[in-house]
């Protein structure tokens, strides 16, 4: 049997929100570091989800989540998963996605191994 998203939301919501992409980590004195700009961000979006969607609790089963990046804001649409044009950011999707991913981990779901399936999108 194909595994497949649940049709209807658990959780639609839009975040106004610049995104930027994950940085990479940084490496000084021996130590491995994430830069400042990525934590800031990752709070920032963090701050906003929690705004948006004061009385959310993070999801805690198999989940698909539907990404939406454009110039001015995030869009997250998470889904229960059944068995298990004109481009303008620069970034790449993977690290939009990541730095999203990251963010929101203890806050939309509990943990994100819970992603089974990711689609995203850059406009």
């Given at each position: ?25 940084r490496?000084?004195?021996g ?9 800031d961000?990752e ?11 004061a ?14 990046f ?11 998963y ?5 481009r ?17 981990n ?7 191994k ?10």
């Amino acid at each position: 049997m194909k595994a497949t998203p649940n049709p209807w939301p658990l959780l639609e919501v839009a975040l106004e929100w610049k995104p930027q992409v994950k940085e990479r980590p940084r490496f000084a004195n021996g130590r491995v570091y994430t830069p400042k700009k990525t934590l800031d961000a990752e709070r920032s979006l963090a701050e906003q989800f929690q705004a948006a969607a004061a009385d959310w609790e993070p999801y805690e089963k198999p989940c698909h989540v539907e990404w939406t990046f454009t110039n001015s804001h995030v869009g997250v649409i998470l889904r229960e998963y059944d068995d298990y044009t004109q481009r303008q950011l620069r970034g790449d999707l993977d690290n939009y996605v990541k730095m999203a991913s990251d963010a929101l981990n203890g806050i939309l779901f509990d943990d994100d191994k819970r992603v089974v399936r990711s689609d995203a999108v850059k406009l």
